[in-house]
């Protein structure tokens, strides 16, 4: 017993008993079962039916490939991230600047500003959905006061997508505000100082000291928030469930819808994997700028 | 002197000081920013009037019957009295259920970051880029095969099924939040203690935690907050009995009496307590913690 | 004409007196080293005389302007810092270009400029490439470039050499002076490492605590040293310092009573003017004493401590009466541990420092 012991704790060994636990338990919760599903989008399989499965080739895939429908929740779910993470960058940056100076209570101002992106997204959606609200919603009040006419925002498409939009971009500006004002108090003092010597414009000063600090974090933001924003679902899901009509539905809720309510297990399985492909790709190129970032720094 | 030395040797930029001008802009923005927090918990201490008024109403006389509604309605038949809705319930197994899955992950991820960190295998990075892959997975489609496994093994709506899913969605955040606070502590320590004859658990729970216990009380805290804020897996895999906070609001959301408002904005103003608590505490780590410990600074 | 002045110059940090009452005069041409140990205010005072740190009291002048309402981009100066604030985005030939934009040349002018300096400092080579990627003893050289590429009035640097090794430092130190040598600006040197300010400087201004100890040519700063301070920061290894009563003077010779033994020693005729019994401190550099077989009325004996061979030369640590007496001597002299050996200080060579820490002169 003595030696099994000595054997396992040796210290070639010490690496790979020390991340087993770990390897086992994601392989358990989430590998196998992603295998599981890998295989089910092979074969024709209902969680709703007792039938068995039946073998089903690369028809699913074909199937959701060609999809008209699945086309138009990807360009939805595009037209959605496209908007929120622009919002959330060009939002980011004025707080960052904002915030890029040292004055009383700032660290009490910035909790405020902070706070939104450790909300659940359920009490996000909730907040939104009582300002949109059509008769007493803040939001809708304020633009009848203004312009006569009553506001019911999620009742048009284009309303619902800024809907979905404004609560998303509201709820993670303040990420992108905190990487990039790490980019900026991580300029050294001594590069403003030589600009300054050096008699260079503000302009020139922001292109060739400021921004070259931001930039890499800017990058890695926009991957981030893409990533994120690809998966939003519990937002819409509890803010215009996809509507009007399915105008909103983003490929998370369409996935969720074509699973949990049609039970077409199959079908959202190969879906699933489209997304993990497009996920891994994402994953990818982030963790590379994160590495490049960090050989550089 | 030394404090002249800091002022030169700094790391951090000093930022320009900008006044308590700057305070009242800044003050005046991040307040806008803040309020439909701020708005919902107004909401809550509002009587129905008042919280369906037109025009909205900014000041009121404060009541607590929304917080008293969150756990107490009066019964519609018999003599009347006050009969429990449940709600307290929901807010102990959102407590429960996250510490615990909590707990689990941080034991078993902080053993591989250690393992990741000092004993790096071949393919170490790839292994990470794996175990971080599954944290940026889009959840719909890890819970689409794992609500069809739970269901087989009969773990679905039980508090076991529940606290391991959390703890495997838990771990990969661990594993990397914990991997970047081992990378930033030196080994010299470590190699000296063994120099010294201490045996290996001695120099991971003697040295290591001890230095780290910082960074592992903002890896639990903010885990714990990510898991307190969850809405999808919590709403597919839990039960009656099992259902966590975020579910529970959800539900009220889709009410068959319309929205009860002002027992929602009572329900999130309790929910948000902690969160509130946490990002004040964490201030200094949430950029770590939001990027899943990819980006220190 | 390129000089500074630099009148009563006070910086105050709350409550910490960075750097007080300061005066210093550049001529065009010269160059001044500003030494002293970490924390004594010499860098603040040169990023006062830059713009970069307001001042608290005093006045800084450069041309014969006063510059202390003025921004550092409006006082023409050419800087080089300790870190060499390299643009880490443009490349070595952008970077060198960079101080030139203000001035709105046409580009021609720009490269045929920066091809000029870049040849001066051998960094023709490397102009395309990114600061990153460059070597320390690049990266210092494309600072320097940058800083003479245009006509400033003043050049100030700031710890220019600290980043780098030591072969390196050695070099570079040759390279500046020279550079330097040919532009007939007045230039500032921040330095803590005496070897580089008696090499490049033409005076020496040496710091402690925010004041100036003295400001003197190198020879004067190591041959002369105006009390105490300057006398042990200046010199490798440092000059001993032996507590003594000065018990008679006659024609030259001081009479010492140094640690039980009284000793003739050779000093300025000043000190007959302290009273026999005067408390003073005898300051002797190592270099100074000759080994002697036989003891005399002028000599100090000791017994060798510690034997510190340095190549050349040899560093012998004595001990006598429990203090510490180091002395250089040439590597062929040989000595061994506990022996008792005898020394005598040679002519001129011996400093008599008062009670107050000054060195008594005349």
Not at chain 1, 136 to 144: D, H, P, T
Not at chain 3, 70 to 86: C, G, T, W
Not at chain 3, 328 to 336: E, K, P, Q
Request: proline share 4%; glycine share 6%; with cysteine.
């Amino acid at each position: 017993m003595r030696d099994f012991w000595q054997w396992m704790f040796s210290p070639s060994r010490r690496g790979p008993m020390l991340i087993a636990p770990a390897l086992i338990m994601l392989f358990v919760m989430n590998i196998f079962p992603l295998m599981w599903s890998f295989g089910l989008s092979f074969f024709h399989y209902k969680a709703s039916s007792i039938q068995p499965p039946r073998f089903a080739g690369l028809y699913y895939y074909e199937k959701v490939l060609t999809d008209p429908v699945v086309w138009e929740r990807m360009q939805t779910t595009a037209l959605i991230v496209a908007m929120s993470v622009l919002l959330q960058l060009i939002i980011g940056f004025a707080l960052a600047m904002m915030f890029e100076k040292k004055f009383p209570l700032r660290r009490e101002i910035l909790m405020l500003v902070l706070t939104p992106m450790m909300l659940s997204f359920v009490a996000v959606g909730v907040f939104f959905k009582l300002f949109y609200e059509p008769t007493f919603g803040l939001l809708s009040q304020a633009y009848s006061y203004f312009s006569g006419e009553p506001l019911t925002l999620l009742a048009t498409q284009w309303g619902a997508v800024w809907g979905i939009v404004i609560a998303d971009a509201w709820m993670w500006s303040p990420f992108v505000m905190l990487l990039v004002l790490a980019g900026l108090v991580s300029v050294p003092d001594y590069l403003y100082e030589a600009a300054e010597v050096d008699r260079a414009s503000k302009w020139k000063r922001f292109i060739t000291v400021t921004f070259p600090y931001v930039r890499g974090l800017l990058l890695l933001a926009l991957l981030f928030r893409t990533i994120e924003t690809f998966k939003i679902f519990d937002v819409v899901y509890l803010i215009t469930n996809g509507g009007p009509g399915t105008s909103t539905e983003t490929i998370a809720v369409y996935v969720y819808r074509v699973a949990f309510q049609f039970f077409k297990t199959s079908q959202s399985s190969a879906l699933s994997y489209i997304l993990l492909f497009i996920v891994i790709v994402l994953t990818n190129l982030y963790l590379y700028f994160v590495k490049k970032r960090g050989e550089e720094g | 002197m030394s404090v002249l030395l800091s002022l030169f040797s700094k790391k951090e930029r000093r930022l320009r000081e900008a006044g308590w001008g700057w305070t009242l802009f800044a003050g005046i923005i991040s307040l806008i920013y803040f309020f439909p927090v701020l708005w919902i918990i107004m909401t809550a201490f509002k009587t129905r009037a008042d919280a369906l008024a037109t025009p909205p109403v900014f000041f009121f006389t404060p009541t607590l019957e929304n917080f008293v509604a969150v756990f107490y309605r009066v019964a519609q038949t018999g003599g009347g009295e006050a009969i429990s809705t449940g709600m307290g319930g929901f807010f102990f197994n959102s407590i429960f259920v996250a510490s615990a899955g909590v707990f689990l992950a941080l034991i078993i991820g902080t053993l591989a970051s250690y393992g990741f960190s000092r004993y790096p295998l071949k393919g170490n990075d790839t292994y990470l880029f794996v175990v971080l892959t599954t944290r940026m997975l889009p959840p719909i489609i890890v819970i689409i095969p794992i609500f069809l496994m739970f269901r087989m093994v009969g773990l679905s709506g039980s508090y076991i099924g529940v606290i391991l899913l959390y703890a495997a969605f838990n771990l990969p955040f661990s594993i990397w939040m914990m991997k970047s606070f081992f990378d930033e502590l030196s080994p010299d320590v470590e190699d000296s203690a063994r120099m010294d004859g201490s045996s290996e658990f001695g120099v991971f729970f003697k040295m290591c935690i001890p230095q780290l216990k910082a960074g592992l009380a903002a890896t639990a805290v903010f885990a714990v907050i990510l898991t307190w804020n969850e809405f999808l897996f919590a709403l597919l895999l839990t039960s009656t009995d099992t259902r966590t906070v975020p579910v529970a609001m959800a539900r009220t959301i889709g009410g068959e009496i319309g929205v009860e408002w002002g027992l929602l904005a009572a329900i999130i103003t309790l929910f948000l307590v902690p969160v509130f608590a946490v990002t004040y505490l964490l201030q200094n780590h949430l950029l770590r913690g939001v990027t899943f410990g990819t980006i220190k600074k | 004409m390129s000089t500074i002045q630099v009148t009563n110059l006070t910086k105050r940090f709350g409550d910490m007196l960075a750097v007080s009452g300061v005066d210093l005069d550049v001529a065009a041409g010269e160059v001044l080293c500003l030494l002293g140990p970490s924390g004594c205010g010499k860098t603040t005072t040169l990023r006062m005389i830059a713009g970069l740190e307001t001042t608290t009291d005093g006045e800084v002048r450069i041309a014969g302007k006063r510059v202390n309402e003025i921004s550092p981009s409006e006082r023409d100066i050419a800087m080089v810092f300790q870190f060499y604030a390299l643009y880490p985005s443009l490349t070595v030939a952008e970077n060198l270009g960079f101080p030139l934009h203000h001035d709105k040349l046409p580009q021609s002018e720009i490269d045929h400029l920066v091809s000029e300096v870049a040849r001066k400092l051998a960094l023709t080579d490397v102009l395309h490439r990114l600061p990153g990627y460059l070597a320390e003893g690049e990266k210092q050289r494309v600072a320097v470039a940058r800083a003479i590429i245009r006509d400033p009035n003043c050049f100030l640097f700031d710890e220019p050499l600290s980043r780098l090794d030591v072969e390196l430092r050695q070099t570079m130190r040759g390279q500046i002076k020279e550079i330097l040598d040919g532009l007939s600006k007045a230039t500032v040197i921040v330095t803590h490492d005496q070897l580089e300010a008696l090499t490049m400087a033409d005076r020496i201004a040496v710091m402690r605590d925010g004041k100036i100890e003295q400001v003197a040519s190198p020879h004067d700063i190591f041959t002369k040293p105006k009390n105490l301070f300057v006398a042990g920061f200046i010199g490798t290894p440092a000059m001993n310092l032996q507590e003594a009563v000065l018990t008679g003077y006659e024609a030259g010779m001081g009479t010492f009573q140094v640690a039980n033994q009284t000793v003739a020693i050779a000093v300025n005729p000043a000190v007959q003017n302290l009273a026999s019994g005067a408390s003073v401190t005898l300051g002797i550099r190592p270099r100074a004493y000759d080994i002697i077989s036989e003891a005399a009325d002028d000599t100090f004996s000791a017994e060798v401590d510690l034997i510190e061979p340095m190549g050349a030369e040899t560093l012998i640590h004595m001990m006598e009466s429990d203090t510490d007496v180091r002395v250089v001597v040439d590597r062929t002299v040989h000595l061994t541990q506990g022996e008792r050996v005898h020394m005598r200080c040679r002519p001129d060579q011996a400093h008599v420092f008062n009670t107050e820490g000054n060195r008594v002169f005349s």
